[in-house]
Structures are given as structure tokens and as C-alpha cells.
């Protein structure tokens, strides 16, 4: 009994394992607590649509609820992103003869405070405006293959984004869309960036909604930046270092230099060869990192031993050197 009427117990919504029934049950024992929901599908299975489509019909009357909302898919299925999204989509609904609205729209997500949307397999080019544009609480987005209307009253508050480009734009375009979204949310903390190769038969039309202008992008309070390289790319994608060339990060304190085809588990045996543009991309970060950052973590094939001494000269407050994995006496550099 006292489990039934704790009501913060109930407050967990996942599609793996609670069918309608059971969501219905959840949601009302949850009374008035904030809601976190889960949808996450195994690697390879294929997500069953109708139920999918269901859940969060379901869901949307309580969408103003959700403290935390993931959706995590892992195969594809065509117009997923649609059946998925799409019922946070709606717009607001005005009475034409009174010139107000005719209710309060259910997309808006009023306590929201985390987004989680990944699904690189994802070939739908749409542009999603959620939420009506309202969700004033929201401040850690994590988006992995989906395009959104990047809009101030959303995501003007962020102090956490782990983007992995959709790729549907590529080089300059590319750029200016991710300068465009780090101006609107230039009050964050932590930043991830990675660009993921899709291979395209033409680049996605792509129109700014606000003109990117000329020089850098000033992001004032930046303390953490992690740059990331997709297993696939053999290469620095120029776009990371073009971006990285156009940011101002007077603040930050940590630079990440992730490969995400390293394993930690297999560093004993698997030297890779350093990126072919992993010199230039090293003069770069001594001339737009500030030399006082205090962390500097180095993986996979961004770690060149060769050139490690002279990064911990020029870094000269280094408190913490790790290179794949593993802590580096800085004493002895």
C-alpha cells in the first residue's frame, strides 16, 4: 500500500516494458508528480508502429507533465520521426471571431527539463517545431539524427547540448546551421559536437532563418567542449575544425577529444595511426583554446605521443592530462 501511494514511484513511463494498460495506471497513480518517459527500442528490432502511435497519443494530453522525454531508435523504419514527433507538433489554435485562444494548446511542455532524440538511421529531412515553442524549464538536449526549428523560446535557456549532425547539409552550410543554433543557446555550460558522414544523392536544401554574421560566435559561459569524430570518418571532418575556428570560448576549462572508434578496453592493443589532419587541427585548438584550461582528455586518433609534451607546454594550467584513458604525470612532461 505504501508503494501505491508514493506517488513519485510512478512517475517512470517506458515503452519496453509497459504496455497502454499500464501507462493509463502509472500516470494517474503518479498524480500530480513530473513525468519521465522512456522510449527506447533494442538493437535491430524494428518498433512496432501502431503500438508506438498509440502510447503517445496517449502521452500527449500529458505532455505539460514530462520532466524528461527520450526517444531512442536504433533501426530503421520509414516515417518513424512522423508517427514519433508528430503529435508534439501541433500549433496553437486560435478562435478567429474572438482574436484569443480557443484553449490551451496540450504540446506545450511546461516542466520539461531534459530532451533526448536519437536516431542516426534517420532519412526524414523535415524540419520538427515542438512543443508549440513552449518549454520554458528546458536546459540538456541531446539530439542525434532530426532536424529542428531551432527556436529562442525553446532552447534559448540550454546549458547542455550533445548534438550529432544530421548531415543532411554539409561544409559551410553545415556550419552556418550549428552557428545559427549556438547563438540562440549561447548561455551554455557544455557543448558536444559531432558530424556524422551520410551519404546523400544532393544536399538538403537548408534556408537560415536568421543571417549567421561574419566573425566568431561568443559563447561566454563555456566551461566543457567535447569534439567528437564518428566511427565511420577516417578523417577530422572539416566542418569540426571550421566551427571550432569560428567559436569563442574565453571560459572554458575542458576540451574532450573523443573517437568514438576507441574503446577504453582495448587500448592495450590497438594503436591506431593519428588522423592525417591531426597537426593542423592541434595549431588550431593553441590558437582559439584558451591556455588555461585546466582538463584536456585525448582518445583514439586524436592522440599523437609525439605531439602530447608540446600541448602540456602550451596548456601550462593543466591539473588533469588524460590520453586514452589514462592520467598523465604532468610532472614529468
Not at 516542466?111 to 526524414?124: I, R
Not at 550529432?164 to 559536437?193: K, N, Q, W, Y
Amino acid at each position: 500500500m505504501l508503494v501505491i501511494h508514493t506517488h513519485t514511484l510512478w512517475r517512470r513511463l517506458s515503452f519496453c516494458s509497459h504496455g497502454l494498460r499500464l501507462w493509463r495506471e502509472r500516470i494517474a497513480r503518479a498524480r500530480g508528480c513530473s513525468l519521465d518517459v522512456t522510449i527506447t527500442f533494442p538493437q535491430h528490432h524494428f518498433p512496432d508502429m501502431d503500438a508506438l502511435a498509440l502510447q503517445l497519443h496517449l502521452l500527449v494530453p500529458h505532455i505539460s507533465r514530462a520532466r524528461s522525454f527520450e526517444l531512442r531508435f536504433s533501426s530503421y523504419s520509414p516515417f518513424l520521426w512522423n508517427t514519433a514527433l508528430g503529435p508534439m507538433c501541433r500549433q496553437e489554435q486560435r478562435d478567429d471571431d474572438m482574436d484569443r485562444h480557443a484553449f490551451t494548446p496540450s504540446v506545450h511542455a511546461l516542466q520539461l527539463e531534459k530532451l533526448t532524440l536519437c536516431y542516426p538511421e534517420n532519412d526524414d529531412t523535415k524540419e520538427f517545431t515542438l512543443f508549440a515553442g513552449v518549454a520554458p524549464q528546458l536546459h540538456n538536449v541531446t539530439l542525434d539524427g532530426i532536424r529542428l526549428t531551432w527556436l529562442p523560446e525553446l532552447y534559448g535557456r540550454l546549458t547542455h547540448l550533445d548534438y550529432t549532425h544530421h548531415g543532411f547539409t554539409i561544409g559551410p552550410t553545415a556550419v552556418d546551421e550549428i552557428l545559427g543554433m549556438i547563438r540562440v543557446s549561447c548561455a551554455l555550460r557544455e557543448l558536444r559536437i559531432c558530424f556524422r558522414t551520410r551519404v546523400l544523392d544532393r544536399e538538403v536544401l537548408y534556408l537560415r532563418h536568421d543571417e549567421v554574421p561574419a566573425g566568431q560566435t561568443h559563447l561566454l559561459q563555456l566551461e566543457r567542449l567535447v569534439l567528437a569524430v564518428d566511427e565511420s570518418d577516417i578523417d577530422i571532418p572539416p566542418e569540426l575544425t571550421s566551427l571550432l575556428s569560428r567559436l569563442s570560448v574565453p571560459n572554458l576549462r575542458e576540451l574532450h577529444l573523443v573517437d568514438l572508434r576507441f574503446q577504453p578496453t582495448n587500448r592495450r592493443w590497438w594503436m591506431p595511426a593519428p588522423f592525417l589532419g591531426l597537426r593542423d587541427a592541434l595549431s588550431l585548438f593553441q590558437v582559439t583554446i584558451p591556455s588555461s584550461i585546466k582538463v584536456l582528455a585525448i582518445a583514439g586518433r586524436w592522440a599523437d605521443h609525439s605531439s602530447i609534451p608540446a600541448l602540456a607546454k602550451h596548456f601550462r594550467e593543466l591539473d588533469n592530462l588524460e590520453v586514452d584513458g589514462v592520467e598523465k604525470d604532468l610532472v614529468r612532461m
